[in-house]
């Protein structure tokens, strides 16, 4: 397995609370990218951090990467409801079209 | 901008018999696509990879003769499931990319079996 955690762990917070998602992985990768899964629906990317980079912000998110522990955060500020849904890390194989997926959080942001 | 349709979005078949499911790309080219099966527990397994004009690589686990797999343009690509069972359960999502790191999923292809 490429990844350090391997069941999905969930969150319930109320809307308008900052946020913060753990990953960690094992094995070496250039990028990690960060997605977001809503019910019924297909992961879509947020963010993607490159290994020369220790922090990326797009709006309300940032990603952090450190290589050296081989973990990445991704935080939301003031989360609304919308944001309730399942977020992934994924780091690239060996092959780079290659994403592997971790476990997920679930989060859930009560209005 | 980039989409990806997947169908059907859900089949109920038979205990041994077989599924077939498509992606589409519309609006990149999708050079590769990678198919994905995601568990109840949201756990991700991929399946394969396939790229126009290069043999496809099929995870440990997953082959060829299971799970074969087409991808004869850069807008589509479909997969059958082979004599399923209760253990090839799930969502099938089909991820698509073009050139960059960025995969555009489907919404999936839910198999459930009986």
């Known amino acids: 397995s490429q990844w350090g955690e391997e069941n999905l762990q969930a969150l319930s917070i109320q809307e308008g609370e900052d946020v913060t998602m753990n990953c960690s992985y094992k094995?070496?990768?250039?990028?990690v990218q960060w997605y977001r899964q809503k019910s019924g629906k297909g992961p879509a990317q947020l963010i993607l951090i490159r290994s020369n980079e220790r922090e990326k912000r797009s709006g309300r998110l940032r990603a952090t990467l450190d290589t050296s522990s081989q973990s990445s955060s991704l935080s939301i500020t003031g989360t609304l409801a919308t944001d309730t849904a399942v977020y992934f890390c994924?780091?690239?194989?060996?092959?780079?079209?290659?994403?592997?997926f971790g476990s997920g959080t679930k989060l859930t942001v009560e209005p | 901008g980039a989409l990806v349709y997947q169908y059907p979005r859900r089949t109920i078949c038979k205990s041994g018999t077989s599924m077939r499911m498509e992606c589409q790309a519309v609006?990149?080219?999708?050079?590769?696509v990678a198919w994905y099966r995601q568990s109840p527990q949201k756990t991700f397994e991929l399946i394969a990879l396939?790229?126009?004009?290069?043999?496809?690589?099929?995870e440990q686990n997953f082959t060829q003769e299971k799970f074969p797999i087409s991808h004869p343009n850069l807008s589509f690509s479909s997969m059958t499931v082979l004599n399923a069972y209760l253990e090839d359960r799930g969502l099938y999502l089909c991820g698509a990319q073009n050139s960059g790191n960025t995969l555009y999923f489907g919404e999936g292809s839910r198999l459930i079996v009986v």
């Open positions: 609006g990149f080219q999708a050079t590769s």
């Open positions: 396939s790229t126009v004009n290069s043999a496809i690589k099929y």
């Open positions: 094995t070496y990768t250039t990028v």
């Open positions: 994924a780091t690239e194989g060996a092959n780079y079209n290659v994403l592997y």
